[in-house]
């Protein structure tokens, strides 16, 4: 009897690997053949895994079709096969793995849309709180907004690109008709909340991105929007905040 | 009336299913979840089980523990499974004779171990913690298998009474895994059933299994593949009705995991095991 750890470690190999060849210690059967019994396991682990991936990034196997992407999801997954046990926590490397995946590179914004997918995601599974409105801000003494601290959502994030992405998710998620999106639309920083129970996507005002990231870095306000163009539009980009649901909490002055 | 205490059938709880039950609160006795399904900080799929929970008795089923791992126990996991046990306070927790974590790497599959002592000894010693830890007796469940290792000491039935006596756990018997195996491995399912420690059941699976067929290759048999995607199979019942008219009812569950039908499809499945558990309970008065 060879050792447990033995087996596991050359199935483990064998499941992933991308050519079959079944572990010695498989038994002999009448009847079926030793490969066709392992191949439902690795039949198994493979369209459960890819499953998972398509269920985190519809979007992008959309963009790609489904032979490709089911061709790309294996390379990902013998690369990179889940570290956990919660399934919900796989698939956040898929996005840097599109970086580097040559016969994808004809579609340069694909990485940045599995980006959004994979927040949207996290949004959903993230911690709940719950949002507050414009008009607690609005209360405080305006000497006290530069100073002021704006809580983010745990669901709250942000996905910065140079490419469409919210056309591109939008189009292909939401529209009865997919639009064709040009290079004209140029960059999108989408802004991703779960205010309760939905996640939402935003179209970020330019410049907005990075006064969000400082703010979710705990920065003040005032420091925020300190970098900002001259033509930046404050209260939008608070409108959309607190219209998205993206503020929980409000902290006067200065940090400790 | 001592009927609202007999053990009744349940189903496995699809999201797709969610906001129909909550509205509709069918007369289902209980629902069980996947663990790692709620593994999440927070989102729809607490909120939606904290109501379902507050309506429902629930049993929480882990398939990640990975508790025939050589090399230990997922790290973490089972402080996870605690915390999701601690908050959901289910009726019975359970999880598997198998593995599925070799190093860190997940593999997504309940994976088959080879039946000897020293398994025995490394899975007696996991379902201790595992019980030490959550601080209740835990159900463990017989596998779908496909393949038998070289050199096994002994019987797969013969392993979990072992088991159960050693480390004091319970054990959740899947007739429709027995079902797989059997044909699978060329055993006879009524066998394996008579042969089972049934005294430490205290839950049973029932499911559905896809047939393949391999007419072309030589030798080639049919093939049961444990899918969970359809209804549940005449020969499942039939053994299911037997085990029944012998142990009395026990908590059934129906499980769909895979191209989840309309809740009313799935609700006249858990019928009908529900049907199967009151014949038991007239045939026994009857006899009283």
């Excluded at chain 1, 096969?81 to 698939?91: D, I, N, R, T, W």
């Excluded at chain 2, 049919?222 to 299911?240: C, F, G, N």
């Amino acid at each position: 009897m060879r050792a447990l750890a033995d087996i596991q470690r050359t199935f483990t190999h064998a499941l992933l690997q991308p050519v079959l060849r079944v572990p010695d210690a498989v038994g002999e059967r009448a009847g079926t053949s030793r490969e066709r019994r392992f191949r439902v396991y690795r039949n198994n682990v493979k369209a459960s895994l890819v499953a998972a991936l398509t269920a985190r990034f519809p979007v992008v196997r959309r963009l790609v079709g489904d032979e490709f992407f089911e061709a790309m999801a294996l390379v990902f997954i013998g690369q990179h096969p889940p570290l956990s046990p919660v399934l919900a926590e796989y698939g956040a490397g898929f996005a840097r793995f599109l970086e580097g995946f040559e016969p994808a590179a004809d579609l340069p914004y694909l990485p940045d849309v599995a980006r959004l997918e994979w927040a949207r995601h996290a949004a959903y599974h993230a911690a709940d709180a719950a949002p507050i409105g414009i008009d607690r801000l609005a209360a405080l003494a305006p000497e006290d907004l530069h100073d002021a601290r704006l809580v983010l959502h745990p669901a709250a994030a942000l996905v910065d690109s140079p490419w469409p992405i919210v056309s591109i998710w939008t189009t292909n998620s939401v529209d009865e008709e997919v639009r064709p999106i040009g290079p004209d639309h140029g960059a999108e920083t989408a802004l991703v909340t779960r205010p309760r129970h939905d996640v939402l996507i935003h179209r970020l005002p330019a410049g907005a991105g990075v006064a969000i990231a400082s703010l979710q870095a705990g920065r003040p306000l005032g420091e925020a929007i300190a970098g900002a163009p001259a033509d930046f539009d404050l209260p939008h980009m608070l409108a959309v905040l607190f219209g998205a649901g993206a503020i929980t909490g409000l902290l006067k002055g200065a940090p400790e | 009336m001592t009927a609202d205490r007999s053990p009744r059938a349940g189903a496995g709880l699809k999201p797709e299913h969610q906001r129909h039950i909550l509205d509709a609160q069918p007369d289902i006795g209980w629902f069980e979840v996947h663990a790692e399904n709620y593994m999440g900080a927070g989102g729809p799929p607490h909120s939606f089980l904290e109501r379902i929970r507050a309506l429902y008795p629930l049993s929480l089923h882990g398939v990640g523990l990975s508790i025939g791992s050589a090399g230990g126990m997922t790290p973490g996991h089972l402080a996870r499974l605690k915390t999701v046990a601690d908050r959901y306070e289910p009726f019975v927790v359970s999880e598997h004779l198998a593995w599925s974590t070799h190093e860190g790497v997940f593999l997504n599959d309940l994976l088959p171990l080879p039946y000897d002592e020293a398994t025995l000894a490394l899975v007696t010693r996991h379902v201790d913690e595992v019980q030490s830890v959550l601080g209740r007796r835990i159900l463990i469940e017989n596998p779908s298998t496909y393949l038998r290792f070289e050199g096994e000491e002994m019987a797969e039935t013969e392993f979990l009474r072992t088991l159960a006596r050693q480390s004091g756990c319970g054990l959740l018997l899947d007739i429709n895994n027995v079902v797989v195996s059997a044909a699978n491995l060329g055993f006879d399912p009524a066998a394996y059933l008579a042969a089972f420690p049934v005294e430490h059941v205290g839950e049973i699976h029932l499911a559905g299994h896809a047939v393949l067929h391999d007419g072309a290759a030589p030798g080639g048999e049919r093939l049961l593949v444990d899918t969970h995607d359809r209804a549940v199979s005449d020969e499942v019942w039939d053994l299911h009705r037997h085990l029944i008219g012998r142990l009395g009812p026990l908590p059934t569950l129906i499980e769909w995991d895979a191209d989840v039908p309309a809740w009313p499809v799935l609700e006249a499945e858990v019928a009908r095991a529900q049907s199967v558990l009151r014949q038991d309970g007239v045939s026994r008065a009857r006899a009283a």
